[in-house]
């Protein structure tokens, strides 16, 4: 079996440490598709780092096509990604208690796990609070 480093490398850029150093946004990114939402600095190096713009599309979009999801103030979505590569992406309201979830048939995200929060029309990362 080979590894693959652009994966590895991935993943490393990933990791909690190196999220945990947004602690702000300088910058707010206007989505492309649901021009009411913003990013921070913080997703849109996710989205940059694991080629994960598709998860920042997945969040805008349920804000308009899911009514469940719209009704929460504050989200919390997480990502987790099974060893066969398929995933779960599910939002909570901020207690625990899923709203929507949505199965993932397959995705490259190079870890296995990722938290997004949204709030005030805006993706974030958690530590950029």
């Known amino acids: 079996m080979t590894t693959d480093t652009t994966t590895i490398d991935r993943a490393a850029a990933l990791s909690d440490e190196q999220l945990r150093q947004f602690t702000g946004s300088e910058q707010w990114y206007r989505h492309p598709l649901v021009r009411s939402i913003l990013f921070t600095d913080g997703a849109k190096y996710v989205a940059d780092h694991a080629g994960a713009y598709w998860l920042l599309d997945e969040i805008a979009l349920a804000q308009r096509a899911d009514k469940r999801v719209a009704r929460e103030e504050f989200q919390v979505w997480k990502l987790t990604v099974k060893p066969d590569r398929s995933a779960t992406l599910a939002c909570e309201d901020g207690n625990y208690r899923t709203v929507f979830e949505k199965p993932i048939?397959?995705?490259?995200?190079?870890?296995?796990?990722?938290?997004?929060?949204?709030?005030?029309?805006?993706?974030?990362?958690?530590?950029?609070?």
């Open 105 to 129: 048939e397959f995705t490259d995200f190079p870890i296995e796990h990722i938290e997004l929060w949204f709030e005030n029309n805006t993706i974030y990362l958690p530590s950029e609070r």
